[in-house]
C-alpha cells in the first residue's frame, strides 16, 4: 500500500526539482522526504526518480504515480467531508490558510475574531506565501485554501484540480504629507498633477511597482524615485518626512494618523483578490465558514480626506 505522505513529497519533488525544495514545502528535512520515497519504491518495486544535474526528474514509473495521485487525494478528502457532516458539517480541526501578506493583514487578521466565536471548534492557522507558491500549497494538498491576487492585470493561474472565488477588490491610492502642495486637492489626481513630485515606491517585480510604472507610462520623463520599499510601514514613515509621495494599497494601508492624508486617482489602479481551494474539498465547511466570514466582513473605508 502506497503511504499518503510519500506520494504528496513525489508529488512536490515534480513540482519543485530537488529534493531540498519539497523538503522545505512540507515542513520535512531532506533526509526524511528521501526515505519517504525510497520507501515508495519499495512499495511499488520500481525506481521513481533519476539524478539530473543537481536536481532529480521523475522516471516513467514516477510519473505515471504523480498523474494518478490528484484522484488519490481527492477521494481522500471526500473522506474527510463525508466524516464532519456527520457531525452535522460543524466546522472543526485545523484550517490551514496560506496568503500575500496584505491579505492577511487587510482581509483575514480582521475576521478571526468572528470566526473563532461563531466556530469555537475549529482553529485557523496561517502562512504567508506569494500567490505562486500559494496554489501549489493548496494543489499539494499542504495547505486548504489561499489568498491570492491577480498580477498586473492577469489572473493567478488555476490549476485543473482547484476553484476560486473572488473576494475583494483592492485599490491604491496616493498618499502624501498633510503639508504637501497635492494634500488639499479636492478632485482625484491625474498624471499631470503628479508630475515632478519625488517618491518612495514599492521595489520592481511587486504589483505596486507595476502599478506604479503603468501611471507614468506615458509621461515624457522619468518620475523622480527616490527611494525603493518593499515595506508599507516604512514607505509611510518617508512620506511623513514631507520628502516623497507613495502609491499604497488599501489593504496595506494602516491608520494613517493626523499627518497624512490619502488622495484618490483619476485611474484608480485595481487588483482582485480570489480565495482557492481544491475542487475535492468544496463541501469543507471549514472553508465555506472562512468564505462567509469574508462575505460578511466590510471593505476598507475608502481614502478621504484627512484618512
Same mark, same amino acid.
Given at each position: ?29 531532506? !533526509? ?19 539524478? $539530473? ?10 510519473? &505515471? ?5 490528484? !484522484? ?70 499542504? $495547505? ?32 502624501? !504629507? ?5 494634500? !488639499? ?51 509611510? &514613515? ?36 480570489? $480565495? ?27 481614502? &478621504?480626506?484627512?484618512?
Amino acid at each position: 500500500m502506497i503511504e499518503v505522505g510519500a506520494l504528496r513529497a513525489l508529488r512536490s519533488v515534480a513540482a519543485l526539482g530537488t529534493l531540498a525544495r519539497a523538503a522545505d514545502e512540507l515542513g520535512f528535512t531532506a !533526509s526524511a522526504v528521501s526515505q519517504q520515497l525510497k520507501r515508495l519504491e519499495r512499495q511499488v518495486g520500481v525506481p521513481v526518480l533519476a539524478p $539530473a544535474g543537481r536536481g532529480v526528474v521523475l522516471t516513467p514509473a514516477g510519473q &505515471a504515480i504523480v498523474d494518478a495521485a490528484p !484522484s488519490v487525494f481527492q477521494a481522500l478528502e471526500r473522506c474527510a467531508e463525508a466524516a464532519q457532516s456527520v457531525s452535522e458539517g460543524a466546522p472543526r480541526g485545523t484550517l490551514r490558510v496560506v496568503a500575500f501578506s496584505t491579505a492577511i493583514r487587510g482581509l483575514l487578521a480582521p475576521v478571526l475574531r468572528g470566526l473563532a466565536e461563531r466556530c469555537p471548534d475549529l482553529r485557523v492557522q496561517i502562512t504567508e506565501q506569494d500567490p505562486d507558491e500559494a496554489l501549489r500549497s493548496v494543489d499539494a494538498g499542504t $495547505a486548504d485554501l489561499a489568498l491570492v491576487h491577480d498580477a498586473d492585470g492577469l489572473p493567478a493561474p488555476l490549476p485543473p484540480s482547484m476553484t476560486q472565488l473572488l473576494v475583494h477588490t483592492d485599490v491604491g491610492d496616493v498618499v502624501l !504629507s498633510r503639508a504637501h502642495p497635492l494634500a !488639499s486637492a479636492a478632485a482625484p489626481l491625474g498624471r499631470l498633477d503628479l508630475a515632478g513630485h519625488a517618491w518612495v515606491t514599492s521595489p520592481p517585480g511587486t504589483v505596486c511597482h507595476q502599478w506604479f510604472r503603468r501611471l507614468f507610462a506615458d509621461a515624457p520623463e522619468e518620475p523622480d524615485v527616490r527611494h525603493l520599499v518593499d515595506d508599507f510601514a516604512t514607505q509611510l &514613515a518617508l512620506v511623513a518626512s514631507g520628502e516623497v509621495i507613495a502609491l499604497v494599497p488599501r489593504l496595506a494601508r494602516p491608520p494613517l494618523g493626523d499627518g497624512l492624508v490619502a488622495r484618490p486617482l483619476h485611474r484608480q489602479p485595481k487588483r482582485e483578490v480570489h $480565495a482557492a481551494w481544491r475542487r475535492s474539498a468544496d463541501a469543507s465547511p471549514a472553508i465555506r465558514a472562512l468564505l462567509t466570514e469574508l462575505g460578511r466582513a466590510s471593505p476598507p473605508t475608502p481614502a &478621504a480626506p484627512g484618512r
